[in-house]
């Protein structure tokens, strides 16, 4: 089993910067894949960027060029760097992960966070 805790949103500026972390407790985390999602009020999630095991990315297009994932894999983390930040980028940001095998055989998440939630004022 993992457990994955998300922390670093709050309240920032448009064109500021937040950088989320989610840390990965229960097992070793080199294997497996991640992704960061987010939900808006009143909208459906949305996968915003991902990493798979050997570092390759996806990116939604409304975040590319703005936003970075990364992941520390000695330090169990996946981070969300966001730069530029909008108010339509105002959200509940919560990161997944599932083992990289199962994550391609089934393209779901198995592990889930509870959220943090990055607001941006105008």
């Known amino acids: 089993q993992v457990q994955l805790v998300e922390s670093g949103g709050g309240l920032v500026q448009a064109g500021g910067s937040v950088r989320l972390s989610c840390e990965a407790s229960?097992?070793?985390?080199?294997?497996?894949?991640a992704g960061w999602y987010r939900q808006a009020p009143g909208k459906e999630p949305e996968r915003v960027a991902a990493t798979s095991s050997d570092g390759n990315t996806y990116y939604v297009d409304s975040v590319k060029g703005r936003f970075t994932i990364s992941r520390d894999n000695a330090k169990n983390t996946v981070y969300l760097q966001m730069n530029s930040l909008k108010p339509e980028d105002t959200a509940v940001y919560s990161c997944?992960?599932?083992?990289?095998?199962?994550?391609?055989?089934?393209?779901?998440?198995?592990?889930w966070g509870q959220g943090t939630q990055v607001t941006v004022s105008s």
């Open positions: 229960g097992r070793t985390f080199d294997s497996y894949a």
């Open positions: 997944a992960a599932a083992d990289y095998s199962a994550y391609m055989a089934t393209g779901e998440y198995d592990y």
